[in-house]
């Protein structure tokens, strides 16, 4: 977590500083409100605290509490570009003073005082709240047999977190191989779909403010092309549905679909590294050797030879049992598609129309091709082997900074 201090006056400042210190935090002190402007353009921080009373252009200007004011209004209400903070804090002398102003927007006002020491708890506090609701991996599943893949995997214990209202997740740490711990939060949309992976996508940025975020779980796939067991890691995905409806020529009651597609790409470096788990032939019996029950399910069903691949996923609205469906709708639109699912594509829009680039990626295995023989006869272990997948990518290619 890094914290952007705005504060000018020498003690106070060291004051603050002391308590950063203490606690490990990241920080960095800018001492008028144009440069914090400018910080913000240029640097990413999860917590503003601001002083009111500082100068508006350099250390040696004259303070007054309006240029602390307007840099907030600027924090919340600017039209143009800028890494904006998860949360402001004001510690200021000047409670009483603007405490009409500031309530119109979302920050927490803590009163600085040089005799009484509470506003120190107070900070610390504030900033531990912050901390506990920030993950470094958000892994986003759409149905219960990839959520309770993750869950009754025994590497892991999951706790049941309500901190957010409306909102209830699972967490887990996980130690990697460098022995470095990462948060993990685990969450399942309300249900299957795009619209569902767009709202639970943007719940997750907006509540949980993760490095990265994952989507895992299980898919039909393009027959030929794939087999039954195959890990399809997302590079690309696109929705099926997008484009216009149209009759055919001379014949009103039939109808063609005419795509306008809108792919979304998760990134060169993401896309170089994943690409990398196809190369290694052997990962795959790596993964289901780790888990003695896919193992199991494996040699019940039959599963031969599975491989990881990646390649572009379809995603659309509805289940499909019709494989003339898929030839006519989805393959003549995309010959070289991999999958088909309902919420690879909702999940990517929703990254890439976030500003803090944070990366991301979907990784799905292969349970059906869609067609009119569809079953759950291979979901359990098709959602264990994606888990395993990830886990994998948590425990060796994890990176704090980001990957885009």
């Given at each position: 977590m890094k914290i952007l201090l705005l504060e000018d006056e020498g003690e106070k400042a060291q004051d603050i500083i002391s308590l950063f210190q203490k606690i490990k935090i990241q920080y960095k002190q800018v001492h008028s409100s144009?440069?914090?402007?400018?910080?913000?353009?240029?640097?990413?921080?999860?917590?503003?605290?601001?002083?009111?009373?500082?100068?508006?252009?350099?250390?040696?200007?004259n303070q007054d509490i309006k240029n602390g004011?307007?840099?907030?209004?600027?924090?919340?209400?600017?039209?143009?570009?800028?890494?904006?903070?998860?949360?402001?804090?004001?510690?200021?002398?000047?409670?009483?003073?603007?405490?009409?102003?500031?309530?119109?927007?979302?920050?927490?006002?803590?009163?600085?005082?040089?005799?009484?020491?509470?506003?120190?708890?107070?900070?610390?506090k504030r900033i531990n709240y912050y901390q506990e609701l920030a993950y470094d991996v958000v892994i986003i599943t759409a149905v219960d047999v990839e959520f309770n893949a993750f869950r009754e995997n025994d590497k892991n214990v999951w706790k049941e977190n309500k901190n957010i209202l409306d909102f209830v997740y699972y967490e887990s740490r996980q130690s990697n191989c460098k022995g470095e711990t990462i948060k993990?939060?685990?969450?399942?949309?309300?249900?299957?779909?795009?619209?569902?992976?767009?709202?639970?996508?943007?719940?997750?940025?907006?509540y949980l403010h993760p490095k990265t975020v994952i989507m895992s779980g299980i898919c039909a796939g393009q027959k030929k092309l794939v087999n039954i067991g195959d890990i399809i890691i997302s590079i690309k995905a696109w929705d099926y549905g997008s484009g216009s409806i149209e009759p055919e020529e001379k014949e009103n009651d039939k109808f063609s679909l005419i795509p306008e597609p809108d792919f979304t790409w998760i990134g060169k470096k993401m896309e170089t590294l994943l690409t990398s788990y196809s190369q290694k032939k052997s990962?795959?019996?790596?993964?289901?050797?780790?888990?003695?029950?896919?193992?199991?399910?494996?040699?019940?069903?039959?599963i031969l030879n599975p491989s990881i691949r990646v390649g572009d996923m379809a995603s659309?609205?509805?289940?499909?049992?019709?494989?003339?469906?898929?030839?006519?709708?989805?393959?003549?639109?995309n010959k070289k598609f991999l999958g088909i699912d309902m919420e690879t594509y909702g999940m990517y829009y929703a990254m890439v129309h976030n500003q803090d680039e944070i990366p991301f990626f979907s990784v799905k295995t292969v349970s059906d091709y869609g067609d009119e023989e569809k079953n759950k006869k291979f979901q359990k272990f098709c959602a264990g082997l994606s888990t395993q997948l990830v886990l994998y990518y948590l425990n060796h290619d994890y990176r704090q900074e980001k990957i885009i």
């Open positions: 144009d440069d914090a402007k400018q910080e913000l353009k240029k640097t990413k921080y999860e917590i503003v605290i601001v002083d009111l009373k500082v100068p508006k252009q350099n250390a040696k200007g004011v307007s840099f907030i209004q600027y924090i919340f209400e600017s039209l143009t570009f800028f890494n904006r903070p998860r949360a402001v804090i004001v510690l200021t002398e000047y409670v009483g003073d603007v405490r009409g102003k500031l309530n119109i927007f979302p920050v927490a006002i803590i009163e600085y005082s040089r005799v009484d020491r509470n506003w120190r708890k107070c900070l610390e993990i939060a685990l969450v399942k949309q309300r249900q299957k779909g795009l619209v569902s992976a767009v709202d639970t996508t943007n719940k997750v940025i907006q990962l795959i019996n790596e993964l289901i050797e780790k888990d003695n029950k896919l193992m199991e399910l494996q040699s019940e069903l039959a659309g609205a509805a289940v499909i049992k019709s494989e003339y469906f898929v030839k006519q709708f989805i393959r003549e639109k």
